[in-house]
């Protein structure tokens, strides 16, 4: 749209686009100025890169760069060359790569919209999920990952923890999840996933919460007053908070700092941005809290000014 306007306006390009992405960006283009008549209510355009990989030791071979498909491109990296496209219809299914974990995901559903950061997000989350070890406390063993999608942070996180649990009210998205263990060799004595709404989270699972960790990754509305109360009263040790909106994000941050939910309190160790949304006002910000019990909790954590 113009800005200010509602009037809608050609973009020829998007620079910060992936390749595939520019390439089926004009293919879209092309087929739109045959098609956009036919319309009577509008139309969404979806441009959802997909990946192919080829393992360089596979009997299959990539093909080269004179044997590509049209609106493709090719990329080689250590052991595997990719293959990637661009996905137009929302209900096709995509893969992705991050690391050495693969993701599969309703072309339409909601996924990370950067991955050129996913490998570097996900290494700081992983890097960061558990607390120090301290001598008398329990260590950290399990994971709650709500508003889990299609299970990134479930899947990349697992190796760390004895068993994980996501949750998301999409019944289709926690069929991806499941897909996605399955495909990274994860199984139910690993994960497990649950279609629910985030607000019935905490009495589905019985684990301990001086044991656990929660990540919490909502929509930009953030967490509603009931589910925070939840978390609260569950009072697990630990909670990492990732968010697409800053505003929101700081809103729950305050109601855990200041224990409005009744229950546990907690103390801010970190908050950081990731630049997920190039040349944009916009930033996907980490917060890791501590659960506060009343006791200076050690090295690292922020004091109250």
């Keep these: 749209m113009h800005k200010g306007r509602r009037t809608v306006i050609d973009i020829e390009d998007c620079p910060i686009g992936t390749d595939a992405v520019r390439l089926g960006m004009t293919r879209e283009r092309q087929r739109m100025q045959r098609e956009f008549g036919s319309y009577q209510r509008g139309a969404t355009i979806l441009l959802r890169e997909n990946t192919r990989r ?162 919490l990754d909502p929509p930009r509305k953030g967490c509603d007053a009931d589910f925070l109360a939840q978390l609260s009263a569950f009072g697990p040790k630990r909670v990492l908070y990732v968010s697409c909106n800053v505003h929101t994000q700081a809103r729950d941050v305050g109601v855990l700092v200041r224990g409005d939910g009744g229950g546990a309190t907690y103390r801010l160790e970190s908050l950081v941005g990731f630049d997920f949304f190039p040349q944009t006002g916009h930033v996907e910000g980490v917060a890791i809290l501590n659960r506060h019990d009343g006791q200076q909790d050690g090295a690292g954590e922020q004091k109250e000014s």
Excluded: M, W
């Design 54 to 215: 080829y393992p360089s030791d596979a009997s299959e071979a990539a093909p080269g760069p004179d044997d590509l498909p049209p609106h493709t491109v090719r990329s080689e990296g250590d052991g595997f060359v990719d293959v990637k496209s661009c996905e137009t219809d929302s209900k096709a299914t995509t893969t992705e790569y991050i690391g050495d974990a693969v993701f599969t995901n309703p072309a339409g559903s909601f996924f990370q919209n950067n991955n050129s950061i996913l490998p570097v997000f996900t290494a700081y989350v992983k890097d960061r999920i558990l607390p120090p070890a301290r001598p008398g406390e329990p260590a950290i063993g399990y994971l709650i990952d709500a508003y889990s999608g299609s299970g990134l942070f479930t899947v990349a996180l697992a190796s760390v923890f004895r068993h994980s649990t996501g949750i998301d009210v999409s019944a289709d998205s926690i069929a991806s999840a499941r897909r996605n263990a399955a495909l990274n060799g994860l199984g139910d004595d690993r994960c497990r996933f649950i279609a629910a709404d985030a607000r019935q989270l905490f009495g589905a699972v019985s684990y301990p919460p001086d044991e656990t960790v929660v990540v």
